[in-house]
């Protein structure tokens, strides 16, 4: 049964909002640290603030099975701590940690996605399946960032909940993998005045449907039936769950096939999906498109070409792939206004090898 939020929840709640806008500085980030180096401070800092029996739930061995078990469905039980069950500092410590695995931007969409959940429990007035709290999400630490100060051995970090899955890995000082990264909005606009922190218009994720309707809507009428790769949006994201992406064809468009404008648009909606993650980690991942080539990369759409119809793309280059659906309707029937959206490493997810 769905229930109000405790004053103490609420109060929570203002404050993931305020921990929001803080900044780097107030949030304690050094200048200059590597990503990885930032990580491992802040997984200490939030271990170190656990009780033995929250850190037997919050810590668990880097081989671990749930490691690799990952979703962004509602669910009655995950891995990890839930912040609901941390103290005031506690939850500070693990949002300072969250923060630190991601770029300001990425940190924003992820703290929104979370009071979305505002914003679902009271268009379903309390009647819905789920608890929808913004401080349902967990943290799970594997291996013990702490076991080695000046050079750990590997460990990872899981933040997720509904909408929302985030899992690194880092190793020798550096994050060697940010995959699966999972961001989802519902609704996908915010229609109507809300009692909540995030009012009528909010679209978290605007940049990621926007700028892909930009694409296909600039794509000459020629080209329409190599970019389009089905009339009907899928209902799904493929893979979903899944500890790995299954390899596939790469269908669509590709870049070496659009004109200037449209390589613009597809390079600026390819480094929306890359800049969820701090700079360095970001640069990165546009070296390797840039060794592989971006000639590569495929763009293919499925569905509508305007919104509030169910649409659908995929963009897939050597060691990526992106995927993005809108076909969900909201709480309210708003038709095609739910967005999941996700990027995996084709090279493996999790610092993993595909088999």
Known sequence: MLHALSDRSVRQIIGLAGLLATGAILLGMRVGEQPAEQMQTFATAFLDTLDESQSGIALQPYDSEDRVGWHFIPK?????????????????????????????????????????????????????????????????????????????????????????????????????????????????????????????????LRLEEQLAFDLINAIPASQMETAVISEDAPAELRFAGDAQSTITPAEGITFASLGLKQQAILKELVGVYFDVAPDAVAAERYAQVDADGWDSVHFAWAGATKAGIGHYYRIQGKRFLIEFVNTQADPMGNPANHIHCVLRDLTGDFDLPIR
């Open 76 to 204: 009655d039980h995950r891995k990890g701590l839930m912040m609901e069950h941390m103290n005031d500092a506690q939850q500070t410590a693990a949002l300072r940690l969250l923060r630190s695995a991601l770029s300001e931007a990425g940190y924003t969409k992820a703290n929104r996605i979370m009071l979305l959940e505002e914003v679902l429990n009271e268009m379903e007035a309390g009647k819905g399946r789920w608890d929808r709290n913004p401080l349902r999400y967990y943290v799970t630490i594997f291996g013990d960032p702490r076991a080695n100060p000046t050079r750990p051995a590997q460990w990872g970090l899981s933040f997720e909940g509904h909408h929302l899955s985030l899992n690194f890995v880092c190793r020798d000082g550096e994050v060697v993998d940010s995959t699966p990264q999972f961001l989802a909005s519902n609704p996908a606009t915010v229609m109507n005045p809300t009692q909540t922190t995030l009012g009528k218009g909010t679209r978290v």
